[in-house]
């Protein structure tokens, strides 16, 4: 995880960031520095659930809200990124419009 150590206003109303993360963390965009997105896990905007299905729950789905469900697009592959932590599991799904 990382913090915000500085942000500006500029131009065009565009936010400038100055960030600090775990070495580990920036090891994991290897060396994208595009098409970053910058995200709070504190100020979530939908709530969903985990559900387990099958012989001794082995299968796994994450429930998509109802109200996140506008506009997706269910023919397209989906990306998904998953982020450790010592006591969480971040998982960040790409959808294409």
């Known amino acids: 995880m990382g ?3 500085a942000q500006s206003i500029r131009a ?4 400038e960031f100055r960030v600090v993360v775990d070495y580990d963390e920036a090891l ?3 060396g994208h520095a595009t098409n ?23 299968t796994k ?15 397209l592959p989906v990306q998904c ?5 010592d006591s969480k599991t971040i998982l960040i799904y790409t959808i294409q419009k």
């Open 28 to 30: 994991s965009l290897q």
């Open 61 to 75: 789905y994450l429930l998509v809200p109802k109200a996140a469900k506008k506009n997706l697009n269910t023919r």
């Open 3 to 5: 913090f915000v150590i």
């Open 81 to 85: 990124q998953r982020i450790e932590t």
């Open 36 to 58: 970053v997105h910058i995200f709070s896990e504190d100020a979530p905007s939908h709530q969903s659930k985990l559900v387990s299905r099958g012989r001794a729950g082995e």
């Open 12 to 15: 065009n109303d565009k936010v």
